[in-house]
C-alpha cells in the first residue's frame, strides 16, 4: 500500500526515471486511486493513477483507461479539494 507523503518513482516511456509525493489516496466505487505530485517540480497539477493488485501481491499503479472511470475519479477528487479549502 502506497502512503501519504511517500515519494515513489515511476519510469516513463522513454526510460527516465520521475520521483512523485503521494499527497492522497482515494476509493471510488471500491478501488482506490493515488494522486501524486511531482517530486521536483513546482506545480499543482495533480496526476492520478490506479491502484491494482500486482501478480507479486504488491500494488502497482496503472494509467486510468476508462473515460467514466477517469470523469468518477476526477469530480471526487475536485469536490475533496474544495471541501479542504
Keep these: 500500500m502506497f502512503e501519504h507523503d511517500e515519494v515513489i518513482t515511476l ?10 509525493t503521494v ?24 496526476i492520478i493513477l490506479k491502484i491494482v493488485p500486482g501478480e507479486d501481491g504488491s500494488d502497482l499503479l496503472v494509467d486510468i483507461e476508462d ?6 475519479v476526477v469530480a471526487v477528487w475536485e469536490e475533496k479539494t474544495q471541501d479542504d479549502n
Design 67 to 72: 473515460d467514466e472511470e477517469w470523469d468518477k
Design 11 to 20: 519510469i516513463d516511456e522513454e526510460g527516465q526515471e520521475h520521483d512523485f
Design 23 to 46: 499527497i492522497d489516496i482515494l476509493e471510488v466505487k471500491e478501488r482506490e486511486y493515488a494522486i501524486l505530485l511531482p517530486a521536483e517540480e513546482e506545480t499543482d497539477e495533480a
